[in-house]
């Protein structure tokens, strides 16, 4: 499958943003698909997850109440959409889809190494200023 995000852009503290990531290649009608994110500098971590079976999300702490992902199954786009956004959401932001949801469930955790999920978007760039 692969994988094209888009949306990113400089924003400054308080806006909002909504990150877009375009599935082709193979179908993704049960996978779950996830957004990362690597700062300068920093390990990449997980952010938020759908499972495209079900609409099931997943959200780590410090993006819920202002982060929200959906899938569009007809687009087969799974969007990221940030509100409230702040100076430590600066960061290379990537999409990733794994049909193995456990796996990439865990690796959204932080307990399952990223670098074994099999398809990776070219990252957008988010840029937060205060």
């Known amino acids: 499958v692969q994988l094209v995000e888009s949306g990113g852009d400089s924003v400054q503290a308080g806006g909002s943003l909504r990150l877009s990531c375009a599935a082709s290649g193979h179908s993704v009608d049960v996978y779950l698909l996830a957004w990362f994110r690597e700062a300068l500098g920093k390990e990449r971590e997980g952010v938020a997850a759908?499972?495209?079976?079900?609409?099931?999300?997943y959200y780590v702490d410090s993006v819920k109440d202002r982060f929200t992902i959906s899938y569009d199954t007809a687009k087969k786009t799974v969007y990221l959409h940030m509100i409230s956004l702040k100076r430590d959401d600066t960061a290379m932001y990537y999409c990733?889809?794994?049909?193995?949801?456990?796996?990439?469930?865990?690796?959204?955790?932080?307990?399952?190494?990223?670098?074994?999920?099999?398809?990776w978007g070219q990252g957008t760039q988010v840029t937060v200023s205060s």
């Open positions: 759908i499972e495209t079976a079900n609409g099931e999300t």
């Open positions: 990733a889809a794994d049909p193995n949801c456990m796996f990439l469930m865990m690796a959204v955790q932080g307990l399952h190494p990223w670098t074994h999920v099999p398809a």
